[in-house]
């Protein structure tokens, strides 16, 4: 089980990890600048700030190259996937944002980021820090307030969006594995990994989005952490390409259609979370991925009935 209150002892004796953030960009010009003014602000500075342009055709390159000044910002190409603009959104953006990933696997810490969010001033001391605390936690995901285009409160959480199960920390490992198979917890926004973690996953299959992906990894190997602590401001407007604009009962419906429509796509879903076998350290969660535990669990109402 993962610890909710590190001890004192291991509090003095952790090591203090390099933290570096995954940025993919691609035309995030209307609030990159408010997203990197918060991550100069952090209480714990970030050690680097990697960014990937991904194609921009607008002033996002421009904007950032402005923070060199303020934030130690280093600009790599973006590995070739294969994937353009022209593919489907979710399998170019999940291949994208893992590719920024793995080209970071030898890193401690590796912070996921939005680029239309806005990080709370503790983020990077919170989520580093528990990391540090508990060499259990893999990957950890956060919450945050939802705020409108405008950065206005909506007077609701991340959390409220896609709902977590009670008593988390308490569930079985096994028990956790279902739930994340069942529904998405985490997001690019919010989460948090070592970058270890990349270099022991299968990679991300077409189809799917790298932060679905990485967190149902954890999961698989018994290292996921929800925790419902504020470390971003969320945003939510018309422009969101993915994420919760596409959540809800609309949401729910599209995923059914999806998989009454196209039964070999669902086929492959299955087979991709089976393949997480090989990475799950316990006989339990081997067998929770086994096919007959994989196929009770997609065949749940839990699954389908909303968030």
Request: charged share 25%; proline share 7%; hydrophobic share 40%.
């Amino acid at each position: 089980m993962i610890e909710t209150t590190p001890s004192i002892a291991r509090r003095k004796s952790r090591h203090r990890s390099r933290v570096v953030v995954n940025m993919v960009a691609h035309n995030g010009e209307p609030h990159i600048a408010e997203l990197l003014e918060s991550i100069v602000r952090q209480t714990r500075p970030v050690d680097a700030l990697v960014f990937f342009d991904d194609a921009s055709t607008d002033r996002t390159v421009e904007i950032v190259e402005s923070y060199r000044d303020r934030l130690p910002i280093e600009v790599r190409p973006l590995p070739d996937t294969g994937y353009t603009h022209w593919d489907v959104v979710y399998s170019r953006v999940g291949q994208h944002v893992s590719a920024g990933l793995r080209e970071l696997a030898d890193e401690d810490v590796i912070i996921m980021t939005d680029l239309d969010d806005v990080w709370e001033e503790t983020r990077v001391e919170h989520q580093a820090g528990r990391l540090e605390d508990d060499p259990d936690i893999l990957v950890i995901a956060g919450s945050g307030p939802c705020i409108d285009d405008d950065g206005a409160p909506l007077g609701m959480d991340f959390h409220d969006l896609y709902p977590r199960p009670a008593g988390w920390q308490d569930r079985s490992a096994v028990e956790q594995l279902r739930w994340t198979i069942w529904k998405p917890y985490g997001s690019g926004a919010n989460m948090a990994l070592r970058g270890s973690v990349m270099r022991r996953i299968p990679p991300v299959p077409y189809g799917w989005l790298c932060d679905r992906w990485v967190t149902l990894a954890a999961a698989a190997m018994g290292g996921l952490d929800l925790d419902d602590t504020p470390v971003v401001r969320y945003r939510l407007h018309p422009g969101n390409s993915l994420g919760a604009m596409g959540s809800g009962v609309a949401g729910m419906l599209r995923r059914q259609v999806r998989w009454l429509r196209a039964p070999l796509v669902g086929v492959r879903r299955l087979r991709e979370l089976h393949s997480l076998r090989s990475i799950a350290p316990t006989p339990a969660l081997r067998r929770a991925l086994s096919w007959p535990a994989l196929l009770v669990v997609v065949a749940s109402p839990v699954k389908w009935l909303g968030r």
